[in-house]
């Protein structure tokens, strides 16, 4: 395997700090070791709270997971950022001074973005889950990471879906917050490889009760499917006041994996049905066995966001186990190179900006069988690295 400019740096760097002998730990770099110990910092109240406590349940699974294979067990130290940059920033310098070895769990890509510097200072690495604005892994932030498949990524899965079913001409609501602006931005560059215009667009800001105003401007009749890029507990409203407006039924909708969550099933019923989102493949073994768990340990159904916080979690962690040295410079080089599965359905291998370049997305849509909604896979795409864009 090709050593990248990542894994590259920081061996050299970890090599370097080793021969200063230093006593403490300066930033991540110093010369002693760490204990087992992983932060997540995830928005476990606020209006991303949904996917938050998601994230946070796969990676309590997969601390299990883990110290169930290990004879020195991992410890996770658990903090909310209320989605807010500030507070984001604040909860990571404890997490970093109270020796965290690395760290995992953002959900909004503010924050993801609001944290890169405070990384490269503190040379500590996050492994993200979703956090999917490519800003996020840009070019000299070698230390964040990401599992999932990032804004680009998704919008070309989107893309490749809608060739697959013929839809042309499709209307969007994008979530006016980083996410959203690079979906869109993504979506239209690459929109006319895959025959797919997009004839009404939208950015509606986070805690839009209202959507119908905006859904007003839609022709139904000219639209062969519909893309809500609306994270967010008022998805829910989103997508009631879309089948009022005659965007969902019939149409190929296409949104974000909130609409397999928990909360989004219990609030719609069997009036989900129509409703399509980016999830995973819940028919491996591997998914098949995470599900369990999930049923055991919480009395819940797996959602999809469960999956991407245990493939996160999972992998910062194997990053540890895998590592030279135990200390978070050395997992940082273990992370440009590291090849793992997933739960999720896709493999897990960084390139050198840190994104998942062997990601695939599986397009889920809910049905009625039996008179109870089933989230069915209906398509699963190929491998999506990051196009030069």
Excluded at 205 to 218: A, E, H, K, V
Excluded at 281 to 292: E, G, K, L, V
Aim: hydrophobic share 35%; proline share 3%.
């Amino acid at each position: 395997m090709v050593t990248h400019r990542r894994a590259f740096l920081k061996r050299t760097g970890a090599s370097a700090a080793a021969l200063t002998g230093l006593a403490g730990c300066v930033g991540g770099g110093g010369g002693t070791e760490y204990e087992r110990k992983i932060g997540f910092v995830s928005s476990l109240t606020g209006s991303l709270s949904t996917f938050g406590e998601g994230l946070r349940q796969g990676a309590e699974i997969a601390l299990d997971d883990v110290n169930s294979e290990v004879d020195d067990e991992f410890e996770m130290v658990f903090a909310d950022t209320e989605g807010s940059v500030e507070t984001a920033r604040s909860v990571v310098q404890e997490q970093i001074e109270n020796g965290c070895i690395a760290l995992t769990g953002p959900v909004s890509s503010d924050v993801g973005v609001g944290l890169r510097d405070l990384l490269m200072q503190e040379e500590v690495p996050m492994v993200g889950p979703v956090i999917t604005n490519p800003e996020v892994t840009q070019d000299g932030t070698d230390y964040m990471y990401r599992t999932y498949g990032n804004g680009e990524q998704l919008a070309l899965a989107t893309l490749e879906y809608y060739e697959n079913v013929g839809a042309s001409n499709v209307s969007a609501i994008f979530a006016d917050y980083s996410y959203g602006r690079k979906f869109k931005e993504y979506f239209e560059m690459h929109m006319a490889d895959f025959g797919v215009e997009l004839i009404s667009s939208t950015f509606v800001p986070l805690g839009t009760d209202n959507f119908r105003p905006t859904l007003s401007n839609i022709d139904p009749d000219e639209t062969d499917a519909f893309l809500g890029i609306y994270p967010g507990n008022n998805g829910v409203v989103l997508i009631e006041q879309a089948k009022d407006a005659g965007l969902i039924d019939g149409k190929y909708h296409i949104g974000g994996n909130l609409y397999g969550s928990n909360a989004f099933l219990s609030a719609m019923g069997n009036t989900v049905e129509g409703v399509g989102y980016h999830g995973v493949d819940r028919r491996t073994d591997a998914a098949a066995d995470f599900i369990s768990k999930k049923q055991e340990r919480f009395d819940e159904r797996a959602e999809t966001i469960d999956f991407l916080g245990y493939d996160a979690a999972y992998t910062a962690m194997q990053a540890v186990v895998q590592a030279e040295e135990q200390t978070p410079q050395s997992t940082n080089t273990t992370l440009g190179e590291i090849e793992l599965p997933s739960i999720s359905g896709f493999d897990i291998n960084f390139n050198e900006s840190g994104d998942n370049q062997t990601f695939r997305s599986s397009l889920l849509r809910w049905e009625i069988q039996d008179d109870s909604p089933v989230a069915a896979v209906e398509y699963k795409t190929s491998e999506l690295p990051p196009r030069e864009s």
